[in-house]
Structure formats: C-alpha cells, structure tokens
C-alpha cells in the first residue's frame, strides 16, 4: 500500500489530506490550527465518518509533524511510516524557477526559502515543514507544487507591469497570480466535462474563496490571471482591495497618520475588500443574510460583483472568445444568488444561466442553459488531490 499526503502548510496551521495512491481515495484528512499559541487545536476526520480531536499546546510546525504522524499510527490510520511514500506539499511563491512541480533537492528547497521575500508569511514556513519531513520521514519523496507555476505560461504582454523594464529586469517585479492548482485543477476537469480537448478550449476559471481570482485559460495554459505580483491584486475579497490606484496610498497615509508602508498594506490585506466595505463581515453568508435591510452590505455584494464581471469581459477580449466560464471555490460552489448575479449581467457573451440547474451547492455540472454559447460549469475545486497527482507523476 502506498500513500501520499499532501501538505497545505500556512504562517500558523498545517491542513492535511492523506490519500490511498493511485487509487486517488481520501484515507484521512485533518488540520493543526495555532501553531506556536497556547491550545493549538489538533483535528483528523477519518474511516468516513470518524472524527478525532485535541487542544494541546504544539510549539512549531516540528512537534506539529511529529504529532500528526503518531497520531496517524495510533488511529490505525497507517501502519507504519514507510507506508508513506510521498508528500506533496503546496508552496504559495515559485517566482520565475518553478515553472512546474519539483521534487525536493536541497537547492529546491533553498530556492523555495529565498523566495520568501515574495511571500514572508508562506514559504518560509513551507520549508520549515519539508524540512521537518525530510527528518522524520527520511524515505519519503518530497514535492514541490506552487500556486504561481499553472501562470508561468502568461505571455510578457500579460505578466509585465507598465513600469521601467529593469525593475522586471533586476528585481523580478512582475505579475505572478496565484491559486494556480486549482485553476489547473478546474480546467482539467472542464475539459472532461465539455467532452472536447483542453487543447482547443478558451475557458475563464473563477475561483471565488476568501481570496478570489479569475483566469484565462487558453488551451489548457493560463495566459492572464487577476491575482498580481502577491495575492493582494485583482477583484475585491472577503479582506483584500484588490486592484486599486497605487497613488491613494500616500494620500492615505497622510490622512491616517501612517509612517511606515507596512501597515498601509496592511489595511489594503485585511480590513479591506467585503469586510471593509461592508463594516460587517468578510464572510459571503454573513452579507447576503442581510443583503435586503443593510445597503453597504448590497454595495459590498455589488462590487465584488461588478469586479469579476469586468475581469470575465476582459479576458473575453484577452482569448478573443471564451467557450465556458467555470465556477469554484468556497462562493463559487456554494453561492446561488452570486453566480446568478455575475452571468445575469453579462448576458451579452451568450451566456444564460438555468436557475433550475444553479440550485446547487457543490456538486459539479453545467448550470447554463442548453442554448447559451457560452457555457457556464460548477466545479469543486481539489487542490489536495493535484498535489498528490504530481507526487505520483514525479516521484
Ligand atoms: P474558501 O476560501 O474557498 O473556503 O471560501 C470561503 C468563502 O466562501 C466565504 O466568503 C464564505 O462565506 C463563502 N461561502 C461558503 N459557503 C457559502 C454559501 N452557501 N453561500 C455563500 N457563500 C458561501
């Protein structure tokens, strides 16, 4: 038997899904939340239904590890390490090296570590929790898998800020995107869906979570995304702006009596966006609960609204066509009004929705009409089960 975790290791929490390789079956899934905090809270759900639960206090992503592992021993889960025979594990930052998932070498992992320049709260902590694999489970095959490498195939014209060249030239300023593993992920599956080649597809992926970004796939290669040189950019968030002009930020800062750009960024990452607007929640339900009697709540819902429409037209222009838009992620698969709300306004592409068939939370199908040209497609994303692919292709 052989199994692949993939790890999806963030600043204070590590989730986790363990699956039975190929077989591609999810044997037990979990998450170490408050990493470094007293009463970190240790879940895994597993044998489909079984759930098991601790507030312990775990110090680093070290002992958080060495505790998923015992406790994977304990329940039965596996019977011993070397069942594992491959972590996969989800880096936010590849910049311009990884082009695709890599297996682990210790110049790899240098790299992934010198990137945390462009992402301080991620790849750092993502090498630490490779580095703790290599120690614990010293057989295993490590992988790479990047949120910005599905976006490398963007051409210059879509990648390069309009600011002098040398500052790409020298320091790599540039446009990145991110999600990229499910935009690749979704796509895949569109392909399938549609019954044609990926190869003569023009699709616009939205991924709409906490944080959202559109893509355009061309051919199965993602020639434009929203999501810029951090995660920070494109449409508005559950905390995060989005695009904005970059000269409101001194203005700002003056007004708040703000002296170090740090906490201006800050504010544009987490007090902005659907919460920031609204004054009430980041959270999607919570503003549609009370979208007929709060009017910053239905402006908030109006922009984020109005933002995707416009990313969607543009990248319409972007492939000159488009054959499906493809709905995922936390409102993406779950929000009815949303995405009724977004092809509504955009009827013109040839896009209708079928209200009937948009009555669904979660579940993947075509939810356009039979007669729109444009078809529209919800699908659940699976970050977790492309990370364990790559494993298997490159281990
Ligand atoms: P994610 O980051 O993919 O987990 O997505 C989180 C977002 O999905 C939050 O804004 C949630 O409010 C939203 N969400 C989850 N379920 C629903 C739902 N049934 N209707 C609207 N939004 C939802």
Known sequence: MTKTIAINAGSSSLKWQLF????????????VERIGLKDSIFTIKYDSGKKYNKVLDIPDHESAVNDLLEQLLRLNIIASYDEITGAGHRIVAGGEYF????????????????????APLHNPAEATVIRVFQKV???TTNVV?????????MPKKNYLYSIPFEYYEKYRARKYGAHGTSHRYVSERAADMLGKPLAELKLITCHLGNGASITAVQGGKSVDTSMGFTPLAGVTMGTRSGDIDASLLPYLMKKLNLTDIKEMVDILNKKSGLLGISGISSDM???LDVESTNEMAAT???????????????YVAVMNGCDAIVFTAGIGENSVPIREKIIEGITWFGCKIDSEKNNVHG??????TDDSTMKVLLIPTNEELMIARDVERLK
């Not at 039975?20 to 979990?30: H, L, N, R, T, Y």
């Not at 998932?101 to 462009?118: C, H, I, N, Q, Y």
């Not at 908030?300 to 543009?314: D, L, M, S």
């Not at 579940?363 to 356009?368: A, G, L, P």
Request: glycine content about 4%.
């Open 363 to 368: 579940q993947e199908r075509i939810i356009s």
């Open 145 to 153: 898998v990047f949120d910005t490498s599905f976006h490398a195939t």
């Open 285 to 287: 339900r919570d503003l």
């Open 99 to 118: 082009k695709e998932s890599a297996l682990v070498d210790e110049e790899a992992l240098r790299k992934v570590e010198e990137l945390g320049d462009f």
């Open 300 to 314: 908030a819902i109006e922009i984020f609204v109005n933002r995707i429409q416009k990313y969607i037209a543009g």
């Open 137 to 139: 489970l010293p057989k």
């Open 20 to 31: 039975e390789m190929p077989e591609e079956e999810v044997i037990a899934q979990g998450i």
